[in-house]
């Protein structure tokens, strides 16, 4: 996993600096799973500097996510509106940011189990993307 990480790590810092690319996706992905650990690490610690370093990292980083130019410039117009959906990604970005507000809120107030309620609200919204999207 750690080499991984390392060979992205080097793929992007060879250039490619404008386009988005799988790459930079994946480890964006990687990142917001790793967010998304610790915000629950937080939960399960009780700490909620955990908690709103996980959420910081989450948000930054959800709304970099998008389509690949492979993605953008295929030739097959439904694969290309499939993967391109932005309208469906724009919203999903939407919420989850929301939903991050609301867990930091809410655990701020103490509140663990709402908290907890909109932790699982972002994981059916990650999810909803890569079923809908990426038919995993
Ligand atoms: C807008 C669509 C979309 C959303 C929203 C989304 N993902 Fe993904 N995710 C993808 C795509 C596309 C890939 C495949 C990346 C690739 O290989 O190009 C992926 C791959 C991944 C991977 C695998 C990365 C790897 O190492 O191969 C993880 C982990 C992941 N996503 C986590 C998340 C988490 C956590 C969230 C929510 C916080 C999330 N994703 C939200 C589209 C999305």
């Not at 799988?22 to 610790?38: C, E, G, L, P, Y």
């Not at 700490?47 to 953008?72: C, H, S």
Request: aromatic residues 10%; glycine residues 4%; positive net charge.
């Amino acid at each position: 996993m750690k080499k991984l990480v390392a060979v992205y790590v080097i793929i992007m810092t060879c250039g490619f600096a404008e386009e988005y690319t799988q790459a930079d996706r994946i480890f964006d992905m990687q990142k917001m799973a790793q967010a998304m650990q610790d915000i629950q690490s937080g939960f399960f610690y009780n700490n909620l500097d955990i908690v709103k370093a996980g959420a910081k990292d989450l948000k930054e980083t959800v709304v970099k996510i998008g389509p690949i130019k492979k993605e953008t410039e295929n030739k097959d117009v439904y694969e290309r509106w499939m993967t391109n959906n932005t309208a469906m990604t724009k919203r999903i970005q939407r919420k989850i940011a929301q939903n991050t507000d609301d867990i930091v809120a809410r655990f701020s107030a103490g509140d663990a189990t709402q908290a907890l309620q909109f932790y699982s609200k972002i994981s059916s919204e990650c999810m909803k993307c890569h079923v809908r999207l990426r038919k995993w």
